[in-house]
């Protein structure tokens, strides 16, 4: 019913950025909720970032000073911009996503992917 679609991973430097975006599409009647997850090897998956569709954020407290999630509610996408990247922030990048659907009137979380996000030393 919805798809969630991440860009944006790949190789970084430590101390350089990163944009990552995801884009939400199918039959979508609203977004309540958008938001970042990422998962160490060996690890449980741990939020990053999340953004309502009002812009109410909270972040990780490994990242608050870094990262920047923004969003365009018009095409269903969130951002997260990654400055000042660590070798620690290495992990598969999850976007995720509490929908309301035309077909499901009731909330439902879905899950993107993942991009893998890897800074070097």
């Known amino acids: 019913q919805v798809q969630l679609v991440e860009s944006g991973g790949g190789l970084v430097q430590a101390g350089g950025s990163r944009r990552l975006s995801c884009a939400a599409s199918?039959?979508?009647?609203?977004?309540?909720?958008m938001g970042w997850y990422r998962q160490f090897p060996g690890k449980q998956r741990e939020l990053v970032a999340h953004i309502t569709s009002g812009g109410s954020t909270n972040y990780a407290d490994s990242v608050k000073d870094r990262f920047t999630i923004s969003r365009d509610n018009a095409k269903n996408t969130v951002y997260l911009q990654m400055n000042s990247l660590k070798p620690e922030d290495t992990a598969v990048y999850y976007c995720?996503?509490?929908?309301?659907?035309?077909?499901?009137?009731?909330?439902?979380?879905?899950w993107g992917q993942g991009t893998q996000v890897t800074v070097s030393s």
């Open positions: 995720n996503a509490r929908v309301v659907t035309h077909r499901v009137l009731y909330e439902y979380t879905y």
């Open positions: 199918g039959s979508i009647f609203r977004i309540n909720a």
